[in-house]
């Protein structure tokens, strides 16, 4: 009989089925059943849920933030980005007067 | 109506509001942040079963949820003794510290057993999801519909029991022995939960509600398993504690009202 160390799991929640899960947050817990027990009551009673993951703090692997520089662009770039496009502009109109 | 009705909608609703109360009593002392939350919104889930019952009483002609709750003397009340326990360990339950002006609280603070609330819940919850399992097929028909909405809730809290039975004693010696000695109080009040009354009879011959006696072997049949299955003795020649199902209640009831209902009844005719 051993006490499990209690661990930190980052909490994704789904909004509505086919919906990308999006990281809300984390929760102590021992294990991931009570990880999921947990994320339900802190992260799903107000939001809309359909689905919930819980994945070990530890099982993540990060980048340094010393090199954040590598995520900068040393020229220009900007044909990469979306925003030029009359789709785009059209799409955040009508995001826009959603908001309203 | 139906005077078997009227009693058994105050069975189930007496019974959600006391629990209720109780459990929310644990709100901002319980053992871990995630769980005082999780435990807070199942006290929540539970006032909210009981204020959809009261409605449907009031519907039936009986008085107003707020009266009901806040207005009536504990032999008024129809639920069993399991909610209306206190969770203090006997032992400690004597000397109580003031810390602040919540004696309930002050007491939870020094000498609260959280084992015993949350043995309770699982035994509770268990109960809950066998009773409203059959009401969901009543044929008092209002009543059916309105239990179909809670069992999504009911399903969390029978998880949430269940995830934390399976774990606590397992996990430690100490873990074991507090949920040991939970069981072992805890036990024959539970078995009050399904206390008969007079009126079980009819309500099963209409096919309103199953016997109590029913009830209570498909609830063992449920909770047995789970308690062998994580070593946890079960007392098997504790008799059921009855009588509230008939208004006869222990002292704790009686404290608890006069907290819960003290603010409203200062000014009866304040407006919330």
Not at chain 2, 65 to 87: I, K, M, T
């Amino acid at each position: 009989m051993t006490q499990t160390p209690e661990q930190v799991w980052e909490v994704f929640h789904q909004s509505a089925r086919g919906e990308p899960h999006v990281h809300v947050g984390s929760v102590h817990a021992t294990d991931a059943d009570t990880a999921v027990l947990m994320a339900k009551e802190q992260f799903a009673r107000r939001l809309a849920c359909v689905n919930i993951w819980v994945v070990p703090s530890d099982a993540i692997t990060e980048t340094p933030y010393e090199d954040a520089d590598m995520f900068e662009h040393g020229t220009d770039k900007s044909y990469r980005e979306a925003f030029g496009y009359e789709t785009t502009k059209r799409a955040k109109a009508v995001g826009d007067a959603a908001e309203l | 109506m139906n005077p078997a009705i009227i009693d058994l909608l105050y069975r189930l609703a007496d019974d959600g509001l006391i629990i209720g109360h109780r459990n929310s009593e644990w709100t901002g002392l319980g053992p871990i942040l995630e769980e005082d939350i999780a435990f807070s919104s199942v006290a929540q889930d539970k006032m909210g079963h009981a204020l959809a019952i009261y409605n449907l009483l009031h519907e039936l002609g009986e008085p107003a949820p707020d009266q009901l709750a806040f207005f009536r003397d504990a032999a008024e009340f129809r639920n069993c003794s399991l909610v209306a326990l206190e969770c203090f360990s006997e032992t400690d339950a004597a000397s109580t510290p003031s810390l602040r002006n919540n004696p309930t609280r002050d007491r939870l603070v020094s000498h609260g057993d959280w084992s015993l609330a949350l043995v309770r819940q699982f035994f509770f919850s268990e109960a809950d999801s066998v009773r409203f399992n059959a009401l969901a097929n009543s044929t008092f028909e209002p009543l059916a519909i309105l239990v179909r909405k809670f069992r999504g809730e009911i399903k969390y809290h029978t998880l949430h029991g269940r995830t934390m039975m399976r774990r606590l004693p397992a996990a430690t010696l100490e873990g074991r022995s507090r949920i040991q000695k939970a069981v072992d109080t805890l036990w024959p009040h539970a078995l009050g939960l399904f206390e008969p009354t007079r009126y079980d009879k009819q309500l099963s011959d209409a096919g309103i509600c199953p016997g109590e006696s029913v009830l209570c072997e498909q609830w063992r049949s449920e909770v047995e398993p789970i308690l062998r299955e994580t070593g946890v003795h079960i007392p098997t020649t504790a008799a059921p504690v009855y009588g509230g199902r008939a208004g006869k209640h222990l002292t704790e009831m009686v404290s608890l009202l006069s907290d819960m209902q003290k603010v409203a009844r200062m000014d009866p005719d304040a407006k919330w």
